[in-house]
């Protein structure tokens, strides 16, 4: 069964960092596209970063980029989300997902980790 494990969440103040990971199992996700979405209280499901086959292909949400980076590890087949400069509409359920339109309707999903930035 494939299955797309999240760690790392948590609570932050504003500007503090926190890094997220996956761990995928049950299937090797090398070659697929890994990424991150979030969905914050009352809002839809939203992109924020993308990671290809090849590492140095990423792409970011407008709203993390040059804050947040996304990295992976092909032998151990994780990818992680480094989140700088945290802000407090940062709040939100990370999601961590896989193959598909990885930026759009990603293939498959984590269960989520929670990450909540006051003030």
């Known amino acids: 069964q494939v299955q797309l494990v999240e760690s790392g969440g948590g609570l932050a103040q504003t500007g503090d960092s926190l890094r997220l990971s996956c761990a995928a199992s049950?299937?090797?996700?090398?070659?697929?596209?890994m990424g991150w979405f979030r969905q914050a209280p009352g809002k839809e499901r939203e992109f924020v970063a993308a990671?290809?086959?090849?590492?140095?292909?990423?792409i970011y949400a407008g709203s993390v980029k040059g804050r947040f980076t996304i990295s992976r590890d092909k032998v151990k087949n994780t990818v992680s989300l480094r989140m700088n400069n945290l802000k407090p509409e940062d709040t939100a359920v990370y999601y961590c997902?896989?193959?598909?339109?990885?930026?759009?309707?990603?293939?498959?999903w984590g269960q989520g980790t929670q990450v909540t930035v006051f003030s």
């Open positions: 049950g299937r090797t996700f090398s070659s697929a596209p």
């Open positions: 997902v896989a193959g598909g339109a990885v930026t759009t309707t990603p293939a498959t």
């Open positions: 990671i290809g086959w090849s590492e140095g292909s990423t």
